[in-house]
C-alpha cells in the first residue's frame, strides 16, 4: 500500500507535423511530460509549467482534458515503487514549436514520436494503456 497519494499534471502534445512528445526521465524510462501539482497550482497549470521545464515548449494550445489514471512512481531500477501512488491527469495540447530544448536536469532528453511508435517507447504499461485508449481522440 502506498505511502504516499500524489497528483499529477501532465499532456498530450502534438506538434504540426502530427508528431508526439515524449520525455526521458532520469535517463532510464520514457513518458509523457508531467509532474506533481504544486501548491497553489490545478492540474492543468501543473501540466504546462511541467511541460515547459521537461521540453522547452511555452506555446500550448489546450484542445481538452484526455483523463487520467492512477499508477505507481517509476523505481530506480524501473519497477514500481509502491510508496507513492499517482493520479495523473493528462490534457491534450497543439503546439507550433519545434525546437526542445529541456530545462530539467532530471529529464534530459525530450523528442517528438510518431504517434504509431509512442505505444513501444513509454516505459510504464499502464502509460502505454493510457495513451492506447485516448490514441483516436488526439491528431
Avoid at 27 to 37: A, D, M, Q
Avoid at 112 to 136: C, M, N, Y
Wanted: without cysteine.
Amino acid at each position: 500500500m502506498a505511502q504516499y497519494k500524489t497528483e499529477t499534471g501532465g499532456g498530450v502534445v502534438i506538434s504540426k507535423k502530427g508528431k508526439v512528445l515524449l520525455v526521458n526521465q532520469r535517463g532510464s524510462s520514457w513518458s509523457l511530460p508531467k509532474g506533481h501539482i504544486e501548491e497553489g497550482e490545478d492540474a492543468l497549470k501543473a501540466a504546462i509549467r511541467e511541460i515547459e521545464e521537461e521540453t522547452g515548449i511555452i506555446r500550448l494550445n489546450l484542445i481538452k482534458k484526455l483523463g487520467s489514471y492512477t499508477r505507481y512512481k517509476i523505481g530506480i531500477d524501473g519497477r514500481d515503487d509502491t510508496s507513492e501512488l499517482k493520479l495523473i491527469h493528462i490534457f491534450h495540447f497543439t503546439t507550433d514549436e519545434l525546437k526542445l530544448a529541456p530545462k530539467d536536469p532530471d529529464h534530459p532528453e525530450a523528442r517528438w514520436i510518431h504517434p504509431d511508435d509512442v505505444e513501444g517507447l513509454l516505459t510504464h504499461p499502464k502509460d502505454r494503456a493510457f495513451f492506447k485508449s485516448i490514441r483516436l481522440l488526439i491528431k
